[in-house]
């Protein structure tokens, strides 16, 4: 079992920056790759950035202004997101998919990009 618990989401105007967290707790040695996912309201849930054995992969709307990273210590995945526009708008899902192919989920974190 894998335990994720996201924060760092909330409102910030067109242009801005934030940076969620996602912590991560129990067979964390499992865990094969980790990533961002995010839904916005009447859209499915869509991939955001992957981080797996040190290499990234992002979806085409963030390139250049999400960049995703860990810190092994903390057991903490980033998400660092610049230049937020309002289609960023979304809840923000961490997930963990271990060796074993199985997936865990955070709860979610609220990002709203509005003036």
């Known amino acids: 079992q894998v335990q994720l618990v996201e924060s760092g989401g909330g409102l910030v105007q067109p242009g801005g920056s934030l940076r969620l967290s996602c912590a991560a707790s129990?067979?964390?040695?499992?865990?094969?790759?980790m990533g961002w996912y995010r839904q916005a309201p009447g859209k499915e849930r869509e991939l955001v950035a992957i981080?797996?054995?040190?290499?990234?992969n992002y979806a085409d709307p963030v390139k250049g202004r999400f960049t995703i990273s860990s810190d092994n210590a903390k057991n903490t995945v980033y998400l660092q997101m610049n230049s937020l526009k309002p289609e960023d708008t979304a809840v923000y899902f961490c997930?963990?998919?271990?060796?074993?192919?199985?997936?865990?989920w955070g709860q979610g974190t609220q990002v709203t990009v509005s003036s």
């Open positions: 997930r963990a998919i271990t060796i074993y192919d199985k997936s865990y």
């Open positions: 129990g067979n964390r040695i499992s865990i094969d790759a």
């Open positions: 981080l797996r054995g040190g290499n990234t």
